[in-house]
Every structure is written in C-alpha cells, then in structure tokens.
C-alpha cells in the first residue's frame, strides 16, 4: 500500500533518526587542508593531457567557460522565487519559477564553465572571471536577502547556488592571479551565507524533516567549512551525513524521498547528488565517508536501490503507485553525480549506464572533466 500520509513518512524518519545507535564519529573533525577541492587539480590537469576515453576527449572539446558565458549581474531586491511545483511537491511545474531563477542559473553556469574550462586547460583567465564574477555578488550581499515564509523556494535556491559556487570556486582558488583582497572577500561572503541559510531554518534540529535539502545544505556547510577552515561549519556538513545514512530504509530508499509520488526515484537521485559530493571533499580531508556505516547501511544501499528500482519500478509501488518519471536506464543522460561514482565503483553497470559527457552547475560542470577514467580501458 503506498504511503500517502505526510505525517506518517515523517513519523518513520523520526522513528529512524531516535533508533541510531551509532555515535557521530565526525564531532571533532577539522579541516585538514583548506586549499583542497573535491580533486587535486594539477594532477588531474597532468591525467587529461594524456586522455584518451572517447567521453573525455569529447569533454575536452567543450569550449564554454567563464570567460565565454554571460556575466550575469547580482538581482536587486528581496529573493522572492515562486513555489517549482504549482500545487503541493509533485506535479506540473510553475513555470515563473524558472524566470525567477534565471540570474541564479546563470551564474551557476558561468563558475560551473569556468572551473570545468580552468582544470582542462590552467588558464589563470578563466580563474580570475570566476573570482571576479563572484566578487561583484559578493559585494552585492547576494544570496541573503529572504525568508522561508515568505519564499520557501528562494532558500531552497540559495543552498544550490551555494553549493555550486562554492565547488567552482574551491577549483580555482588558489591560482596566483587571484588578488588576495578579493579572495578574503569571497570567503566572507560565503560563510555568511551559509550561516544566513541555516538561521533560515524554519524547523531547526527536526530531523524528522531531514530531505534532500537538508543534504544540499549540508554539502554547503562542508564545502564552505573547508574553503575557510571552519571546522564547526565542517563537522556540521559531516554530522548530516552521518544521519542521511541513518536514515535510510531497510531496501535503501530514502524515507522521504520516497513520499514524492511520480517523482520518488528522481528525488532518490537527487538527495545523492549532494552527499556523493560531501564523500568527494571528506576523501580528500582524509575521511572516507563512502564507507561510512549506520544503522546497518553505506551510501552504497541507496545508490543500489536507484539501481534495482529503475531496473524494476515495481519496487517504488511499495511508497508510490504512480508510474516514476526518473530512470537511470532511460534515453536521458544520467545525472552527473554518477560520473563520481562510476570512477570510485568501476564496471557495470555504470559502464552501461555512463557513456557520454556529463554536465550538472549545480556540481561545478563537467563531472566527465572531474572525474571519468582518462585513459580508455
């Protein structure tokens, strides 16, 4: 029988977060090396320049990069962004929400580009439009200016552009033509909102209402506690994931994920899309959250039941009846969280299900760039 009941799902995720046994193994973590990304740029710079994968060397020849892309200017005014579903948390889209957006996106875009186009090539241009583009929002106080009550949307917004400029800009932040005025000033920026995001909180420390965008707001806290050695905004991030872990179903569903009707599986992927990032950073601060364990499961329990569930749809029907929208095996390319994790779990069926560039600003743009094997097998 589906579970309709919103009070129910939330019912189940208290249930799970109140059962944890384990302690947070992460309460006194600190940020090991604030300078690195989610990879280490110049070596992965060293691997391209020898690529031969097909689905690289195809990424390779995207020429966009910030450089290329529209400098969008920093919007005026209060962030009030419509609701992305006209009614409730499924169905047919506002299609305002997508004009209210636009600046955001764009600028997403253009960091996204410019990062990806600064690890392929080294060119310090490409670097300096990113510092110099986030600066002007910076100054601006971008990205603060809102409520939850008013504009659930707009704080929904700021944890996606957060986690993307924070990813772009921890590419580049350490080239030498970067001003060091400008950097102090982005970093400023960034952490206040972050903290401005979680005081947004309406319902804070209810884990009960812990979705995909508590794990957005997390990838914030981890991104953005590295780039400006903030190790209780760190150890906040890695404390999220260490509960969205434990949150998840005996199957590897997500709780609450699964609650969204026809688009259960395309939230299953969505909620991953931030905590495989959070992995990447945690591996490269010397913690290995890919085999971290709770209540039984690693991430890799959710990653398998996207897996199995798009295989066989009959095993969402268990939390939706609807037919779902999502599958990683549909004529859609994957999204671009995959590219990550086909490179830490190689073979099938990521070989089947990865072929082609993958792109996503939100995760600082072509994950292929990032991520895929260079040297083709």
């Known amino acids: 029988m589906p579970l309709r009941s919103p009070l129910l799902v939330l019912f189940l995720a208290l249930a799970v977060s109140l059962c944890m046994a384990e302690k947070d193994p992460y309460a006194k973590a600190t940020v090991a090396d604030p300078s690195a990304s989610f990879l280490d740029v110049s070596a992965r710079r060293a ?13 390779l020849g995207w020429k966009s990069g910030c450089v290329t892309s529209e400098q969008p200017a920093p919007p005026t005014g209060r962030m009030i962004i419509p609701h992305h579903y006209l009614s409730g948390s499924n169905g047919p889209i506002d299609p305002q929400e997508n004009i209210a957006t636009a600046p955001y996106r764009k600028l997403e875009e253009a960091v996204s580009n410019g990062a990806s186009r600064y690890v392929a090539t080294g060119d310090s241009s490409e670097a300096v439009c990113v510092a110099n583009l986030l600066a002007q929002w910076a100054s601006a106080n ?38 060091a005025a400008q950097r102090a000033a982005i970093l400023s920026w960034m ?41 209780k905004l760190y150890r906040r991030g890695l404390a999220q994931y260490f509960r969205a872990i434990g949150q998840i179903n005996p199957d590897g569903s997500f709780p609450l994920e699964m609650a969204r009707h026809e688009n259960a599986l395309h939230y299953q992927s969505f909620a991953l899309a931030p905590l495989v990032m959070i992995a990447e950073l945690g591996r490269r601060q010397g913690v290995d ?43 859609e390319k994957p999204p671009a969280w995959t590219e990550f994790w086909a490179a830490r779990h190689p073979g099938k069926p990521w070989s089947d299900i990865v072929t082609a560039p993958l792109y996503d600003s939100t995760l600082a743009g072509i994950s292929t760039i990032y991520a895929a094997p260079a040297q083709a097998k």
């Open 289 to 331: 959250l890919y085999s971290l364990r709770v209540n039984g499961h690693t991430i890799a329990d959710a990653v398998d039941f996207l897996v199995r569930a798009s295989v066989n749809p009959g095993l969402a029907k268990k939390y939706a009846s609807e037919p779902q929208t999502f599958s990683l095996f549909s004529d």
């Open 191 to 231: 952490r206040k909102v972050t903290e401005t995001m979680f005081d947004r909180d309406p319902h804070p420390g209810d884990s009960a209402r812990e979705n995909n965008h508590a794990y957005w707001r997390a990838l914030c806290a981890t991104s953005v506690g590295i780039l400006t050695s903030d190790d």
């Open 47 to 59: 691997e391209l320049a020898h690529a031969t994968t097909p689905r690289v060397l195809e990424a």
């Open 142 to 179: 971008s990205l603060l200016d809102y409520s939850f009550q008013e504009s659930s949307q707009a704080w929904y917004q700021v944890e996606w552009t957060l986690s993307s400029v924070s990813l772009a800009w921890s590419v580049v932040q350490t080239d030498p033509a970067i001003p």
